[in-house]
């Protein structure tokens, strides 16, 4: 079973940066792709940047330019740097890693306000 260590949540104010980490753990071999997903309060979690074991890269829309993903293979870990953070940023993250299914994290709490 895939285990994931999420850590880097905070509360920051808006224009500032937060570094998401994520690190996988037990049977990692067979994952094609790892990222994250965000909840923000009343809406549906949503995709906001993945990356696949050959390096490809996937962002939602909302993040493309502010955030950047990216992997230390070697570590089995992925790094989310978030910059230019906006209040809509608001949400719990869950790190994901995709294998024969879905393996989550458990979330963290990413608050942006002034």
């Known amino acids: 079973q895939v285990q994931l260590e999420e850590s880097g949540g905070g509360s920051v104010q808006p224009g500032g940066s937060l570094r998401l980490s994520c690190a996988a753990s037990?049977?990692?071999?067979?994952?094609?792709?790892m990222g994250w997903h965000r909840q923000a309060p009343g809406k549906h979690r949503e995709m906001v940047a993945m990356?696949?074991?050959?390096?490809?890269?996937n962002y939602a829309d909302s993040a493309k330019g502010r955030f950047t993903i990216s992997r230390d293979s070697a570590k089995n870990t992925v790094y989310l740097q978030m910059n230019s953070l906006k209040s809509e940023d608001t949400g719990v993250y869950y790190c994901?890693?995709?294998?024969?299914?879905?393996?989550w994290g458990k979330g963290l709490l990413v608050t942006v306000s002034s």
């Open positions: 994901n890693a995709l294998k024969e299914g879905n393996y």
């Open positions: 990356i696949t074991t050959g390096g490809q890269t």
């Open positions: 037990g049977s990692i071999v067979g994952i094609i792709a």
